[in-house]
């Protein structure tokens, strides 16, 4: 008898634990889906590219005009294009290219970023250079 | 007959660590995914980890799992991808050993909460070596693609615990 409630037990524990998994990845979701609504409401168009090495700023273009920039940076290198309001990298020395196959990008806070090199471009707004950081 | 024990434990471990090293390097072969989104990666080793984790402890699932990074790391990578793996195996370690002990999810909900705190770690360690918050952007496609290769994964190891019984171990 104590052996079939034990039984009985485990299998209302392990239903138990399934309803929380389901709990769970349903929060998870909900939090993604919460992270993508905010990002199409409040990202906007960016016009300019930040282009930083390690932390340090390497420059600031404009998007609106077509641009090539060489990112150099001792023997490693990025290419950066600008194109139709759109940053993307032609071609870098990294040898995973994970940067030359990331898509165009234009809205602000989407960002290109080669690890291997430390180079990161970042879309932003040049009216927004001189604003207090908001976001505590 | 102790002695005999352990060395057999310790063989097993030892399978288990070239389980997961012949996981990541499947991983490494695989195309990627979603070409648009860099670093999404199924997690494969995970299953390994999970099942040491399960199956033995947390002391044998982190010796498992940095024997992986380094020979992962020195095989097919650089000083930053070691970097990144362990900031990520480390977070995804404790968070699964938490909720391991908590006794509140099942092996599924361990996984995932394991995948997404690895993808976690790795982005925390990116902000700290790039000095910069905007990767956190990534966050949002890396969550939903951890919550699905977790759970695959999760299901991957909880069906291996169940037909690799302790006995015969």
Redesign the interface.
């Known amino acids: 008898m104590s052996k079939k409630n034990a039984v009985e037990t485990a299998e209302e524990n392990?239903k138990r634990?399934?309803k929380?998994?389901i709990i769970?990845?349903v929060a998870?979701?909900l939090?993604?889906a919460l992270?993508?609504l905010c990002?199409f409401l409040f990202g906007r168009e960016g016009d300019m590219v930040k282009v930083?090495i390690?932390?340090e700023l390497f420059g600031e273009y404009s998007l609106s005009e077509d641009n090539v920039i060489e990112i150099r940076w001792g023997e490693s290198f990025n290419i950066l294009v600008i194109e139709n309001g759109k940053a993307r990298i032609e071609s870098a020395s990294c040898p995973?290219g994970?940067c030359v196959?990331?898509?165009a990008i234009s809205r602000s806070?989407?960002?290109i970023?080669c690890?291997?090199n430390?180079v990161?471009v970042?879309v932003s707004f040049s009216d927004e250079k001189n604003q207090p950081d908001i976001i505590a | 007959m102790e002695k005999n024990k352990k060395v057999k434990k310790l063989t097993f471990i030892s399978i288990c660590a070239t389980v997961a090293i012949l996981l990541s390097y499947v991983e490494v072969l695989l195309p990627?995914i979603f070409?648009?989104v860099?670093?999404i990666k199924i997690g494969l080793p995970n299953i390994a980890i999970i099942f040491v984790l399960y199956r033995f402890g947390i002391g044998e699932a982190v010796a498992v799992s940095f024997v992986r990074i380094v020979i992962i790391s020195m095989l097919f990578g650089?000083p930053?991808v070691f970097a990144?793996s362990v900031a990520g195996a480390f977070l995804s370690l404790l968070i699964m050993t938490l909720l391991k002990k908590l006794?509140?999810?099942?092996k599924?909900?361990v996984s995932?909460?394991g995948g997404?705190s690895h993808n976690i770690g790795q982005i925390l360690m990116?902000m700290l070596?790039?000095?910069?918050a905007?990767?956190g952007?990534y966050?949002?496609v890396l969550?939903?693609t951890g919550?699905i290769s977790g759970?695959l994964i999760g299901l991957c190891a909880a069906y291996l615990l169940k037909c690799l019984p302790m006995k015969k171990i």
Do not use: C, Q
Request: proline content about 5%.
């Open positions: 392990s634990k399934i929380n998994d769970f990845i998870l979701i939090i993604v992270g993508t990002y930083t390690d932390g995973d994970i196959s990331h898509r806070g989407e960002s970023i690890l291997p430390k990161v970042s | 990627p070409a648009a860099p670093g650089n930053m990144y006794d509140f999810f099942s599924v909900g995932v909460a997404v990116a070596l790039l000095e910069t905007e990767i952007y966050m949002i969550t939903f919550i759970s």
